[in-house]
């Protein structure tokens, strides 16, 4: 068909390495707020479960707030809101990073609370009866075969993250998305390019939870 | 009414049934036992193609279940099957379970469909129950619903898979008071079961199976007298020891 | 923190005409709710038929099921979108396309409701499909034992349980597609992302404006809850689990 005649791939060969610099920016990004997010989601977790009832109130607040607003939103609330508070403006980058972490956490907190409560109650005597602190008996027995349980569901979340990255776009944050469409625009190929990029994300997601069900089909045979 | 001809079936690799034939004529009872695992529930589904075959034919009411023509829906709608678990549709009423079969598949009316069911569940005894759902029931009770259920397709023959075994004891036999009543009436009937008090009562024959054979089909006097096999001796002492 | 704040600006008027800054918003709600419904329809529809299909004894239509619930799920809601927008009018033939680039009446609405349609349909089909496969092998096997065909197995046993026990992940899948409308203000759909953003330009009372917009996003979803609530409750089977006895 005459249409795809039209079509010019041969402008992606030389805008690699600026697309790499993009892809390199959602990496960092998704692993920075993965990491953070995990950390700050599983303090969530903890608070929400303490017997501290204004401890566990802010915090149900807080992952409730964050689950029930557009992600969108929230991108364009932190980077109106922080350089206001801050004094000074904000990279649109630097932004994005503490966006992501703030809210993945609330996502994030959700599992690790799942995964708390599915360590059987035993386990925490267990560890009382050794004479372990609360803190000892949180990060020795039951956090880790929390995050065990929630491998899986952990790492999916993260594939989502992944995807969400793009919206950065909002703000203008160069990742692999904005880098696409920043070369696009540079050899007048934006077609090409919304294509190739579709591409790279589904290849690295598609990869990503082939991996997810693999090791899920593992874990499952362990237990 | 119901010929297995050297029927063998495979999951994959693994042979649940080996040349099994056997044969049930109009009116007879045959009680299927043997140990778990020993391919009863497959045989039964068999008959009425739940489960494919890869070898060998049955016949019922002179269709062939494994010619891939045979329109197996039409066939299944005239072979009343009921099961371990009784699996009646949750979310519809007792009076729906009923009349969704009679309805939707021998396009009866809603008003004959509903009368024949109030006239089934007289005959279970459940009458009052009509509007309930089956949640609401006690096992005894859905199982007899589900025997009505298949019932209510006017059946020329039922299958039972195990009907009493998720049952708890002191239910038993309000549904085996509503199978005997049915063999009694001249029903064809092919039941999987371990009720020995069962079998003795109404049983024309008692098929021994093990390991997907069939090891023993003898009349039922001759399978509860002596002569037989050791694997199905063993079984019966094992049954009938408590 | 010098922050003028300024709580009536709601009413003032737009710097470019006689709109208040309210109408904005409430314009922009309905956009919201008008592409989040309709894209709600298509993925309710799409979804249910195509994760059905991935639980049916068929080789082939399991694996188309398979390939459009991987393809919807792999890339970003955003890239999907611009594909949508500009790469797909370029594969269509040529009058179609002139007429799409062209003509095409609320392009970007359509467009933006396709797109979240399909891309939430991979969900939803995933929930169905997990609804189906939990219900015990039996019901289907009773379903054809007493004469449905498999079509009517699905019709009146399978699928009736099913939708009711996934009503929960549905739920959270209604609210999903609301927050994700948010997306389209990247085509230009005037939904409310797009009026925020444009109100706090055309204001510059960001906090003012983003608390209203979050707040209008917040009674949306929790009457998406609520709506799903209902149903839940209407269509609970007494005697089953959750059910009233
Ligand atoms: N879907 C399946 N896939 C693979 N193997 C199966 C399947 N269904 C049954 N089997 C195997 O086939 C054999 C026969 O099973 P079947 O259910 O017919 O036994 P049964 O005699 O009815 O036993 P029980 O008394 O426990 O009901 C068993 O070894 C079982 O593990
Ligand atoms: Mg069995």
Not at chain 3, 27 to 37: C, E, F, I, M, N
Not at chain 3, 190 to 196: N, P, S, V
Not at chain 3, 213 to 226: D, G, K, M, P, Q
Request: hydrophobic residues 50%; contains cysteine; charged residues 15%.
């Amino acid at each position: 068909m005459s249409f795809f005649t039209q079509f010019d791939f041969s402008v992606i060969a030389p805008s690699l390495p600026f697309l790499w610099e993009g892809l390199k920016f959602t990496a960092k990004l998704t692993l920075i707020a993965m990491a953070g997010g995990i950390f700050l989601g599983t303090l969530l977790a903890l608070a929400r479960l303490s017997s501290i009832t204004p401890l566990a109130m802010v915090a149900t607040w807080y992952v409730n707030l964050m689950r029930s607003i557009p992600l969108l939103m929230v991108i364009l609330w932190f980077f109106l809101v922080i350089p206001i508070f801050t004094g000074k403006p904000m990279g649109a980058e630097t932004s994005a990073i503490i966006t992501f972490t703030a809210f993945e956490a609330a996502y994030f907190s959700e599992i690790m609370r799942a995964g708390i409560q599915s360590v059987p109650r035993g386990q925490v005597y267990a560890g009382q009866a050794l004479g372990m602190t609360y803190w000892q008996t949180m990060s020795y027995v039951v956090l880790p075969q929390a995050f065990r349980n929630m491998l899986p569901i952990l790492l999916t979340q993260t594939i989502i993250l992944f995807q969400d990255t793009s919206l950065v776009y909002a703000i203008g944050a160069k990742d692999l998305l904005k880098a696409a469409e920043i070369a696009g625009k540079n050899y007048g190929r934006p077609i090409e390019m919304y294509v190739f990029v579709a591409l790279v994300y589904f290849v690295i997601c598609f990869a990503l939870s082939y991996l997810v069900k693999h090791l899920q089909a593992r874990t499952a045979i362990v237990r | 009414m119901i010929k297995i001809a050297n029927i063998s079936k495979w999951y994959g690799q693994f042979r649940v049934l080996t040349d099994c034939s056997t044969q049930i004529t109009k009116g007879e009872v045959v009680v299927v036992c043997g140990p778990s695992g020993s391919g009863k529930s497959t045989l039964i589904k068999c008959v009425n193609g739940l489960e494919p075959f890869q070898q060998g034919d049955i016949i019922v009411n002179d269709i062939s279940i494994g010619d891939p023509k045979t329109n197996l829906p039409q066939l299944r709608a005239h072979v009343g099957m009921v099961f371990q678990h009784f699996e009646l549709f949750p979310h519809m009423t007792i009076t729906q379970n009923l009349t969704i079969g009679q309805v939707k598949v021998l396009g009866r009316s809603k008003d004959e469909a509903h009368q024949r069911a109030l006239q089934l569940l007289d005959r279970v005894g459940l009458n009052s129950q009509a509007d309930k759902f089956p949640g609401q029931l006690s096992g005894g009770q859905q199982q007899r619903v589900a025997i009505a259920r298949a019932l209510a397709m006017d059946p020329i023959c039922m299958l039972f898979d195990e009907p009493t075994s998720a049952l708890d004891p002191e239910m038993i036999n309000e549904v085996l008071d509503v199978m005997v009543g049915l063999a009694n009436e001249g029903m064809t009937m092919m039941v999987v079961s371990h009720e020995m008090g069962f079998a003795r009562k109404v049983a024309n024959r008692v098929i021994f199976m093990d390991n997907g054979s069939i090891v023993e089909d003898a009349a039922t006097e001759e399978f509860f007298g002596t002569p037989r096999s050791e694997r199905a001796q063993l079984f019966l002492s094992k049954i009938l020891s408590h | 923190m010098n922050y003028h704040w300024n709580w009536g600006i709601f009413l003032q008027q737009v710097q470019s005409g006689d709109e208040t800054y309210l109408d904005w918003l409430i314009s922009g709600l309905g956009w919201t709710v008008a592409v989040a419904l309709a894209a709600w329809l298509i993925a309710l529809v799409l979804g249910s038929l195509i994760g059905t299909l991935r639980t049916v004894p068929n080789r082939g239509l399991a694996m188309v099921a398979t390939a459009h619930v991987e393809l919807f799920r792999n890339i970003p809601l955003l890239v999907q979108l611009l594909l949508w927008f500009f790469v797909v009018p370029e594969l269509l033939p040529r009058d179609l396309s002139l007429w799409v680039k062209q003509d095409m009446p609320a392009k970007e609405f359509f467009t933006a409701v396709i797109c979240l349609g399909l891309f939430t349909s991979a969900r939803v089909a995933e929930q169905v499909r997990a609804g189906i496969q939990s219900l015990s092998r039996g019901q289907k096997m009773a379903g054809l034992a007493i004469g449905f065909t498999l079509p009517q197995t699905y019709r009146y046993v399978l699928l009736p349980m099913a939708f009711r026990i996934i009503i929960p992940p549905l739920t959270s899948e209604f609210m999903n597609i609301i927050k994700n409308s948010s997306v389209a203000f990247a085509i230009g759909v005037l939904e409310l992302t797009f009026q925020a953003r444009q109100m706090q330009e055309d204001s510059e009372q960001g906090i003012e404006t983003y608390l209203a917009v979050t707040l209008l996003y917040f009674i949306v979803a929790f009457s998406a809850n609520r709506g799903m609530a209902l149903i839940e409750r209407r269509t609970r089977v007494p005697g089953y689990i959750g059910g009233a006895k």
